[in-house]
């Protein structure tokens, strides 16, 4: 069965510091693994698209990497900030034949505290 | 440009009736998928629609329906409400099917059952 789980399911960090969120992964074939933010009562906004192929994707403080062969995935956050609290969703397209379906994480809830 | 619209942004109906949610994609935009977000199973995919026709259907009851116009703008439609359907409702569009481009999300209407 094709799933993905994160980890861990909430954070608390101060502001400034780094983090790291975890996503495995064991949807086969993949077409992409994404990274979303979601902000409370807002719909996820894209952060990171990766393929198959690829290892890393930066957005500005946010970092994704990718293993293909462990199935792993990480969202690695530096420095953060207050505007980072938000829920972090992975979210992964099977590759189908060409009718995609994207399979969600259940997401990490990141507080980021002054 | 205007991002995707959905309308409205809060409901609240009462069990056994049926609610029409409704989507605008970003213009030129013709993919647009609906999804299922609550706390306790997170996002769960429903359906996508693409040039008017359902191209993919996640496991919703038959009570969970929906179309699409020739502009791209969809609608939604839960018939026979139930407590369990309250939920943040998502649309996402794309340009193309199964979203190779990436998903954007609109904000979301919030559906409270009572």
């Known amino acids: 069965k094709n799933q993905v789980e994160q980890s861990p399911q909430s954070l608390i960090i101060l502001e400034g510091k780094n983090c790291t969120l975890q996503?495995?992964?064991?949807?086969?074939?993949?077409?992409?693994l994404r990274w979303y933010k979601q902000d409370t009562g807002r719909g996820p906004v894209s952060l990171t698209i990766?393929?198959?192929?690829?290892n890393t994707k930066s957005n500005g403080r946010y970092t994704a990497t990718l293993d293909a062969d462990t199935k792993q995935s990480s969202l690695h956050i530096t420095a953060s900030q207050l505007s980072d609290s938000a829920s972090y969703i992975c979210?992964?397209?099977?590759?189908?034949?060409?009718?995609?379906?994207?399979?969600f994480g259940a997401g990490t809830r990141l507080a980021v505290h002054p | 440009k205007a991002g995707v619209t959905q309308t409205p942004r809060y409901l609240i109906k009462t069990r056994g009736q049926q609610v029409t949610l409704s989507c605008s994609p970003i213009?030129?935009?013709?993919?647009v998928s609906w999804y299922q977000q609550t706390p306790g199973q997170g996002l769960q995919f429903l359906f996508e629609?693409?040039?008017?026709?359902?191209?993919n259907k996640g496991n919703f009851p038959g009570r969970f329906s929906g179309r699409q116009f020739s502009n791209s703008r969809s609608e939604m439609n839960v018939s026979t409400l139930e407590l369990g359907d309250s939920a943040l409702y998502l649309c996402?569009?794309?340009?193309?099917?199964?979203?190779?481009?990436?998903?954007?999300f609109g904000s979301g209407t919030r559906l409270t059952v009572v």
């Open positions: 979210v992964v397209s099977p590759f189908s034949g060409g009718y995609n379906k994207l399979i």
């Open positions: 213009s030129g935009h013709r993919s």
């Open positions: 990766m393929t198959f192929s690829e």
């Open positions: 996402a569009s794309s340009l193309a099917e199964g979203g190779p481009y990436g998903y954007t």
């Open positions: 996503c495995n992964y064991t949807v086969s074939p993949f077409s992409n």
């Open positions: 629609y693409f040039s008017e026709t359902q191209r």
